[in-house]
């Protein structure tokens, strides 16, 4: 698959086949990934692989907390309440596309509600959880080098017909993870990546995020 290929068909999986992935693949897929940038080569990037036992063990305390609604405590400032108006109708366009694609009114379904937000700490029946974390003692442009090992990892994936999705959501509950694995304090957890093969039967993966034109988001200085 060449690169615009794969930068183009990759979106967000969520519903995977009951299909394991060998260890081997996720070994190779990172061993591509870990040639990703990074400012001074810092390669700040650390990754627990979760799968078989762990995995399901994780998802379980995960989906317990979630409906006792334990305390949502990231290890980074997650962002602001009032995001400035254009990035709040970007956010809630992509809501309101996920809820209409599955027929959701988050309003009025509270059950369905729920189940769709569980579905994030199910990991979306993927067989492979990758926790992208690093040191807390480091600044702030490390965030940008894990982004961008998590989209090398995305795009690798796709060569190996697996997909992806990425998600902040189970962020949300270090503590978890880090009793569940015994990952210690001074690590932090700030993203996950789901890993597996893709239902492409399932009426979720039909769903496509749209983008905005290039006019709204570049200016050319000459
Ligand atoms: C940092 C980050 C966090 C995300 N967190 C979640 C998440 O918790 N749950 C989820 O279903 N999707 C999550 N997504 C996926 C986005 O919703 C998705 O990338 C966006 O809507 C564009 O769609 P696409 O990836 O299908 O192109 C996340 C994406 C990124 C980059």
């Known amino acids: 698959m060449n690169v615009i290929d794969a930068v183009k068909t990759r979106f967000s999986v969520r519903k995977f086949l009951d299909k394991p992935v060998d260890k ?3 070994y190779k897929i990172l061993d591509i990934a870990r040639w990703s940038p990074s400012g001074h080569n ?3 990037w650390e ?3 979760v799968m078989g036992k762990k995995k399901d063990e994780l998802s379980a305390k995960l989906v317990e907390a979630v409906k006792n609604r334990a305390e949502r405590k990231y290890d980074y400032y997650y962002g602001p309440k009032e995001l400035p108006e254009h990035i709040k109708a970007r956010r809630n366009q992509c809501n309101a596309l996920v809820f209409e694609h599955k027929g959701i009114d988050p309003k009025k379904d509270r059950d369905k509600l729920m189940d769709h937000i569980l579905e994030n700490f199910r990991f979306f029946g993927a067989p492979v959880v990758l926790i992208i974390m690093r040191e807390k003692e480091l600044g702030e442009p ?6 961008l090992f998590g989209q090398t990892i995305m795009l690798t994936a796709l060569e190996f017909g697996l997909a992806t999705c990425p998600q902040t ?40 995020m749209p983008r905005d034109e290039v006019e709204k988001f570049a200016t050319f200085y000459e």
């Open 24 to 26: 081997e693949l996720v």
């Open 47 to 49: 990754v627990a692989v």
């Open 42 to 44: 810092m390669q700040p």
């Open 169 to 208: 959501s189970v962020a949300a509950y270090p503590y978890i993870i880090r009793e569940v694995l015994g990952i210690p304090e001074n690590k932090m957890i700030v993203y996950t990546i789901v890993l597996g093969y893709p239902d492409m039967d399932a009426h979720i993966n039909k769903l496509r």
């Open 142 to 147: 490390s965030f940008v080098d894990l982004g």
